[in-house]
């Protein structure tokens, strides 16, 4: 009896567990501007670290509230594949456009009226009273671990707060995937194929993509590669603090003044990466500074509990 007891217990756990939904969908209102009504249809992923399948979707129903008369702006973080459904099952909408951060606004990609246009920015009116969000970079020499650690960074973070965003301000053709991809061999191939090269404009885009996320973020985390170059100055002036990690460290004196004295940012920690594994606090005041590794791709490795908490503090609360 009591084995039997158990039994059901645990089937009544696993079925609880199969039922809680991963996907949370919500609808807004009707919105209008400039006499372009829409309502905003919102994606929520529901486990802790952000990560649905494509399985996930089966089942899965638009809210039974979306006016087709008018248009809807798809908006959260999801992979593409799941966009790509629901501009699909938007179809009977007058127009359908996918919300970017970046630029505070949703791109229309669907559309089968004249009420919007494809590529036509659909952007509310901002209020004038937002609190910027802290944007700390994340700097230091080629080869450090710049790009693991910002990417370990955001998944400890992420699970704790929806409102964490990593913006790659690099050309090198590396993003998350990169680090998500588990296979290094074909990461390393393809960020050969994707790697772009410096343009005028790059940093500029870059540097307004970072202001509209700390309108609307409560962290943004800023990869911005291993060189401190003078065309990064747009990015000094738009983000707020920085963390430097570097496996040599005459290298730290260039990227204090880089970042504190150029840029006037402040100083979150300083981080010295060792192929070695170790976790060593070398102080903690005015600023935190460590000795730890190590820090490489397809060896993914716990973010420090001291670094945690300094970047934790950093949050904006959004109501």
Request: charge should be negative.
């Amino acid at each position: 009896m009591f084995l039997q007891s158990k039994l059901m217990t645990s089937n009544l756990r696993r079925r609880s567990l199969m039922t809680i939904p991963k996907i949370q969908l919500s609808l807004t209102a009707k919105i209008s501007v400039d006499g372009l009504r829409y309502q905003q249809l919102e994606i929520e992923i529901l486990t802790p670290d952000r990560v649905i399948n494509p399985s996930d979707m089966v089942g899965l129903e638009l809210p039974s509230s979306v006016d087709t008369s008018g248009g809807v702006v798809i908006s959260g973080r999801a992979p593409i594949w799941l966009y790509a459904y629901f501009v699909h099952e938007l179809h009977p909408t007058k127009w359908v456009a996918c919300y970017d951060p970046r630029i505070s606004g949703g791109v229309v990609v669907a559309t089968h009226s004249n009420q919007a246009a494809i590529g036509q920015i659909i952007i509310e009116s901002p209020s004038s009273e937002v609190q910027l969000c802290p944007a700390l970079m994340i700097v230091g020499p080629p080869n450090s671990g710049k790009s693991v650690l910002s990417h370990a960074l955001f998944q400890a973070l992420i699970q704790e707060n929806s409102h964490v965003y990593l913006q790659r301000a690099n050309w090198d053709g590396e993003g998350n995937w990169a680090l998500e991809l588990g296979d290094e061999q074909q990461a390393e191939i393809m960020k050969v194929a994707n790697k772009g090269e410096l343009t005028q404009g790059f940093f500029p885009y870059h540097a307004q993509a970072i202001l509209e996320l700390r309108r609307q973020k409560s962290l943004v985390i800023v990869d911005i590669g291993g060189m401190a170059q003078p065309e990064k100055q747009p990015i000094l002036e738009a983000c707020s603090h920085y963390l430097i990690i570097t496996s040599n460290p005459d290298e730290v004196t260039k990227w204090h003044e880089f970042c504190r004295d150029r840029g006037n940012l402040s100083t979150v920690a300083v981080m010295h990466s060792t192929l070695e594994t170790c976790e060593e606090v070398n102080q903690s005041q005015p600023y935190l500074e460590m000795t730890c590794g190590a820090w490489l791709m397809g060896q993914p490795r716990a973010v420090p509990d001291e670094l945690l908490k300094r970047v934790r503090s950093l949050l904006l609360k959004r109501t």
